[in-house]
C-alpha cells in the first residue's frame, strides 16, 4: 500500500496557499496525483468492460443549468463577424450527455471538468473533475450497483484498504447500507417528513412544526426546501458513510430537480446519494422526459434564484428539444475528486487537483 504523507500538515500548508508550483509543495501532493491517475485508469478500465463509451462533451453551453443555488461562470462567444452571445461554463456536463442519449448513445460516461463559483474549501473547488455515466433503458438502481463496484475499484487502485476523512472511516468493499430519506429523517431526527409532502408540494408550515419539535432552528423565511436542507445537514448527514457508504435514496418531490417521480407516487422521486465518510459522493436520478414538467421545474427554480441572488439563468430550448426524443434512462454525477480524497485519505481537495485554481486570498 502507498504512503501518503499526513492529511493534517499539508492541510496547515494548504491554508498558507503557498503556489502549487513549489517544489516541496508538489513533492508532498505527489503521492496523491499518481493515485489519481491510477483511480481514474481503474474507472475507465471498468466502464469500458461494462459496455460504456467515453465521451467528451463541451464546457460551453447556453445554460449552465437551472438550479437555484448553484453559482456558474459567464462569458461571452464572439463570432468571425463581430456578433456576440452570452455562454456559461458548465456546472455540470448533464444537458450535453442527454443529448447524446436523444441522439441514439446508450452507455456513456464523461470525466468532465466543470465549474461552480461561489465554492471553495476543502471539498469544494471552483474547477474540479466531475464523473457522469448514464444507462438507457435501464432503471435507475442499477446506479446503485455501478456506485459500490466503483468504490472498490478506487480502493484498489490507491491501495486503499479503507476510505477516510476527517477521522471517520469506510470499508469500500463491504455493501452500502440502503436507505430511504424518510427512513433517517424518522431515525435521526424524528421527523414525519412525507407528511408533509402531498401533491409534489411540501407543506411548510408542516415542516417547520417538526423542525421547531426537533430542535432544529430555522429562520422565518426558510421554505421548505431550505428547512429539509438545514435538517439534512445537521441530523442526518452526520450519520451516513460510518464504516460501510450509505445510498440515501428515494427523495422528496419538491427536490427532485431533474428526476422523475417514482411510479404511482406524488412525495417521492427516483433520487439518491452516495455518501462516504460523511461526505457526499454522488447523486443519481431516475432521469425525467416530460418536458412540460421540466420546464416547468426550471421556471421554479428560476424565480427562486431571481428572488435570492436577483439573476436568472437562461433555458437551454436545444436540450428540451432533445429531451422529448430521449429514450428512458437512469444517470449520476459523483465527484470524482471527493473520491480520489477518501480513497488516499487526503484531508483538502487542493491535495488531488494536479494544478489548483489560484485563490483570492493568495
Not at 462567444?77 to 436523444?102: D, H, M, N, V, W
Amino acid at each position: 500500500m502507498p504512503v501518503f504523507p499526513a492529511g493534517p500538515a499539508l492541510e496547515v500548508n494548504v491554508a498558507k496557499n503557498p503556489p502549487f508550483w513549489l517544489p516541496g509543495r508538489h513533492a508532498a501532493r505527489r503521492p496523491y496525483l499518481m493515485a489519481r491517475g491510477r483511480v481514474a485508469a481503474a474507472l475507465r478500465a471498468w466502464f469500458s468492460g461494462h459496455g460504456f463509451i467515453e465521451v467528451e462533451t463541451a464546457a460551453l453551453q447556453v445554460s449552465p443549468g437551472n438550479e437555484t443555488h448553484l453559482h456558474a461562470f459567464a462569458t461571452e462567444l464572439i463570432g468571425p463577424g463581430g456578433e456576440r452571445a452570452p455562454l456559461y461554463l458548465r456546472t455540470s456536463p448533464e444537458f450535453a450527455c442527454k443529448k447524446l442519449l436523444a441522439a441514439g448513445e446508450t452507455r456513456i460516461f464523461d470525466f468532465a471538468h466543470v465549474f461552480r463559483n461561489r465554492e471553495r474549501g476543502a471539498l469544494h473547488h471552483p474547477e474540479f473533475t466531475m464523473l457522469e455515466w448514464y444507462r438507457a433503458n435501464e432503471p435507475y438502481e442499477v446506479l446503485m450497483d455501478d456506485c459500490a463496484a466503483l468504490l472498490a475499484e478506487a480502493a484498489r487502485a490507491a491501495g486503499a484498504k479503507q476510505f477516510s476523512f476527517r477521522g471517520r472511516t469506510v470499508d469500500p468493499l463491504a455493501a452500502p447500507e440502503r436507505l430511504t430519506v424518510a427512513e433517517t429523517f424518522a431515525r435521526y431526527a424524528g421527523v414525519d417528513l412525507l407528511a408533509t409532502v402531498s401533491s409534489g408540494q411540501g407543506d411548510r408550515a408542516a415542516l417547520a412544526g417538526a423542525a421547531g419539535t426537533a430542535g432544529v432552528r430555522i429562520a422565518a423565511d426558510d421554505t421548505w426546501g431550505d428547512i429539509f436542507s438545514r435538517i439534512l445537514a445537521e441530523r442526518i448527514e452526520p450519520q451516513l458513510g460510518n464504516g460501510r457508504a450509505t445510498l440515501l435514496y428515494e427523495y422528496p418531490l419538491p427536490l427532485a430537480a431533474l428526476a422523475r417521480a417514482k411510479p404511482g407516487s406524488d412525495k417521492v422521486a427516483e433520487r439518491f446519494e452516495l455518501y462516504a465518510c460523511g461526505v457526499e459522493l454522488a447523486n443519481a436520478f431516475g432521469e425525467l422526459t416530460d418536458v412540460g414538467e421540466q420546464r416547468a421545474r426550471f421556471a421554479a427554480a428560476m424565480a427562486s434564484r431571481q428572488r435570492i441572488y436577483g439573476e436568472r439563468y437562461p433555458v437551454d430550448e436545444d436540450f428540451l428539444d432533445a429531451l422529448a426524443q430521449m429514450p428512458q434512462a437512469s444517470g449520476i454525477a459523483l465527484g470524482f475528486d471527493r473520491l480520489v480524497m477518501l480513497a488516499t485519505g487526503a484531508s483538502h481537495i487542493e491535495q488531488v487537483i494536479w494544478a489548483p485554481v489560484v485563490d483570492l486570498e493568495t
